[in-house]
């Protein structure tokens, strides 16, 4: 399973707007066959400050992801509510 982290700073103004459009993308994700989970954390230290964090069966499945109508709408839309560019991390399992 592969893991991504995405943290996403938001204008103060613009976060109820945000959590609207993040929201589409989230229940979009959701259905995916490839999708194990898609979370929206907001951070304690910063209210404007989030985390979606993804959990995808392959990197098949984050291709099919990408290649959505919802993830690119989003993708489209989002850059207007940020504070600052998005820091994206994937995060693969630790094999013992």
């Not at 069966?57 to 109508?69: K, L, R, Y």
């Amino acid at each position: 399973m592969l893991h991504i982290e995405a943290k996403v700073q938001v204008k103060p103004d613009l976060v109820e707007a945000f959590l609207a459009e993040v929201n589409l993308v989230i229940q979009g994700s959701l259905l995916e066959a490839g999708n194990h989970g898609y979370e929206l954390v907001r951070s304690v230290k910063n209210s404007n400050t989030f985390y979606i964090l993804e959990k995808w069966a392959d990197e098949e499945a984050i291709q099919f992801h990408n290649g959505t109508d919802h993830y690119k709408h989003f993708k489209k839309n989002v850059p207007a509510f940020l504070a600052a560019p998005i820091e994206v991390a994937l995060l693969a399992p630790v094999k013992r």
